[in-house]
């Protein structure tokens, strides 16, 4: 039985994919079309996956007049349709993969990137149980400035940042109720929110799943619904890396773990140190770090976050429990290990980001990786390797990778490459001001 079955009420859908920097794209469909869309699927061009961020055409992508700008069959994913609550009238979306005519996967599609490295644990027996924790602004951009919203509560805005505090969370306690009722309806599973480091800065906890695509499709959709519950309550929500300059920027941290086919955590033994597993995951993730950084700050404005003692790593490196590292093995039951990896923004695409971990995490488990010493102390002030300290070297690391090519297929690559140097060329014609505005509530 379909979800629509139940919900008579709903007047529309919606269907859609996510392109190469998350946004998505598709159709808004009357309800007497549903049941077919969700049997068939439906059609469009699969240059539509491979837009910049302004939603423009790639000049020089194949994709486009090279092939005729030729349809792809959009299925619909296992997750079936979810509610909108944020919007005015019931409503749904249908999450949506591309395939080519005769039923390849698209390799161009971000979804089926993280498939692919899914099924490469599944061939050896295991499985990656995965966590985002999503940062976020609450933002009053109705004026030339941006700034902090008033509470609802007392109508006065928050004075500075209140890390951890009760008290900013209940002056936006209707706001969560509503965010957190929706993350029920949807499927999303919601954990803690935080008051975070910046003014007007949250955060909120996706628990582990035994499923990395559903923990990327709930951040995807958990950024969707971020952003139109806000816009209910009069403001913007901001995924950006950093919308002010002068507070700490929006992180997306993921944990992870694998299992065994007998549900062991593969990760762990009787020891602090944890098991070898562990240790080339580690390694694979450090050594991804400088040629996948450009799927961890994939925007013009994402190498603002990126600066020493900001609580955003730069130096290149992991640590038990330390939250200056880039690579964090947090503290707790031995039974419990896991990774955080630290490195990426707010602004990532979820299905690429998740991707690009696991995958470098992998390669470290097959070429049996060693990690180097872990460091103790603030990492800012030690001599490390760094992250590609701009866009256009993490444009350039990405290009001339191997491992990337080990995780990503060349399409992929080569399309999120002309992607990127699109973007770039524009951006640097914007304003502050613009730049602000074209990333405020987009990414």
């Known amino acids: 039985m379909s979800w629509l079955d139940d919900h008579p009420e709903v007047r529309n859908v919606r269907c859609g994919a996510a392109d190469l920097n998350g946004q998505a794209r598709g159709k808004r469909v009357p309800r007497r079309f549903a049941d077919k869309l969700e049997k068939e699927g439906t059609r469009f061009p699969l240059s539509v996956l491979n837009l910049d961020i302004w939603g423009e055409d790639i000049d ?45 996967p698209f390799g161009g599609d971000p979804r089926h990137a993280l498939a692919s490295v899914v099924a490469r644990y599944a061939e050896r027996g295991l499985t990656p149980v995965v966590a985002t924790e999503m940062e976020f602004y609450l933002v009053d951009d109705s004026g030339r400035d941006i700034r902090q919203p008033k509470s609802p509560r007392s109508g006065k805005r928050r004075a500075g940042a209140e890390v951890l505090s009760l008290r900013a969370l209940d002056s936006f306690d209707q706001f969560f109720n509503e965010l957190y009722d929706a993350c029920d309806i949807m499927d999303i599973p919601a954990e803690a929110a935080i008051s975070e480091g910046g003014i007007g800065q949250f955060e909120d906890n996706l628990e582990h799943v035994p499923d990395a695509l559903k923990a990327a499709d709930d951040a995807w959709l958990f950024k969707m619904l971020v952003r139109g519950t806000a816009r209910n309550h009069g403001m913007a929500a901001s995924f950006m890396a950093k919308p002010y300059p002068d507070y700490a920027g929006n992180g997306l941290h993921m944990h992870f773990s694998v299992i065994d086919n007998q549900g062991n955590n593969v990760f762990a ?45 730069t130096g290149i490196c992991w640590a038990y429990d330390n939250r200056t590292a880039s690579v964090r093995v947090p503290g707790g039951s031995f039974k419990a290990r896991r990774i955080e990896h630290r490195v990426a923004g707010g602004d990532v695409n979820p299905y690429l980001f998740i991707a690009a971990v696991l995958g470098s995490a992998l390669v470290g488990i097959e070429d049996n990786l060693t990690p180097p010493d872990p460091i103790i102390g603030n990492a800012y002030t030690q001599k490390l390797p760094q992250v590609p300290h701009s866009w256009g ?36 014609e914007l304003s502050p001001e613009e730049q602000l505005e074209l990333y405020l509530d987009t990414v």
């Open 393 to 428: 070297a993490a444009i350039d690391a990405f290009e001339a990778s191997v491992l990337a090519r080990r995780i990503f297929n060349d399409e992929l690559v080569v399309n999120l490459i002309r992607t990127k140097r699109q973007e770039m060329h524009y951006f640097q």
């Open 60 to 104: 020089d992508s194949p994709l486009v007049f090279e092939s005729g700008d030729a349809d792809g069959v959009l299925l619909p994913t296992e997750r079936g349709y979810v509610p909108m609550p944020w919007l005015s009238s019931p409503s749904a979306i249908l999450p949506l993969w591309s395939f080519h005519e005769d039923g390849t």
């Open 269 to 313: 033994n009787d020891t602090h140190d944890g098991s070898t597993l562990l240790h080339n995951a580690i390694a694979g993730c450090i050594a991804g770090i400088p040629d996948l950084a450009l799927i961890f700050a994939p925007h013009g404005n994402s190498f603002e976050r990126l600066v020493p003692g900001s609580h955003a790593p």
